[in-house]
């Protein structure tokens, strides 16, 4: 499958911020999280993914331009939203300059 072509302003952030102890409690629903996050980079929505900090307090998802709805989906249907691993989740345009 090929990516999408995107043009600059046409991209969609989706942020998590994590529990404190995210590396203790992550284990048992990291496998599902990981798979869900590949189903959506195979579809071509999501661009990118990765955690941010050492430990990680969150985590950054690139999503191409989809409707915001499908993102909102995709966040209540991953295993570390439904297992309370995430604390808080924002879904925001993200405007690509360079």
């Known amino acids: 499958m090929s ?3 995107l043009q600059p ?3 969609i952030i989706l942020t998590y911020d994590y529990v404190p102890d995210i590396l203790e409690r992550r284990d048992p629903v990291r496998p599902a999280h990981l ?3 590949k189903a959506a980079k195979q ?3 999501l661009i990118n993914v990765g955690a941010v900090g050492s430990p990680p307090i ?4 690139v999503f191409a331009d989809i409707d ?3 993102i909102e ?3 209540a249907a991953d295993a ?3 297992a309370g691993l995430v604390t808080d989740w924002r879904i925001e345009p993200w405007t690509v300059v360079v």
């Open 3 to 5: 990516m999408p072509t």
């Open 9 to 11: 302003g046409s991209y």
């Open 35 to 37: 798979e869900h996050a």
């Open 43 to 45: 579809r071509g929505d």
């Open 58 to 61: 969150g985590a950054v998802f």
């Open 68 to 70: 915001p709805a499908a």
């Open 73 to 75: 989906a995709y966040a």
């Open 80 to 82: 570390y939203v439904t």
